[in-house]
């Protein structure tokens, strides 16, 4: 079976959700351990998931399930410039 656009976002926002889940609260992962998880091969195939692992965490972002950090901080879209990290949404 074919994954459509739709099934391949809905599974990447899972595996960081998982991937989170089972990290300390106040850990967070980079795109490519969600893009590594979710990859099924054993090759460089991984690289091709990390700019729909990037869109899945900004909209788990949007949603308010997760935060997209650099230096620690968290960081709107249009601010990210560089490598991100993706952490758990923490409430001030």
Do not use: F
Request: glycine residues 6%; neutral net charge.
């Amino acid at each position: 079976m074919v994954e459509t656009d739709r099934q391949l976002a809905g599974r990447l926002e899972q595996v960081i959700m998982d991937l989170l889940e089972r990290r300390a609260a106040t850990a967070s992962i980079c795109p490519s351990d969600a893009a590594r998880e979710a990859y099924e091969g054993d090759d460089e195939g991984w690289r091709a998931l990390m700019e729909p692992v990037r869109e899945a965490a900004w909209r788990l972002a949007a949603a308010g399930r997760a935060e997209v950090t650099q230096a620690g901080r968290p960081v709107t879209r249009t601010e990210a410039h560089g490598p991100i990290r993706i952490r758990i949404r923490r409430t001030p």
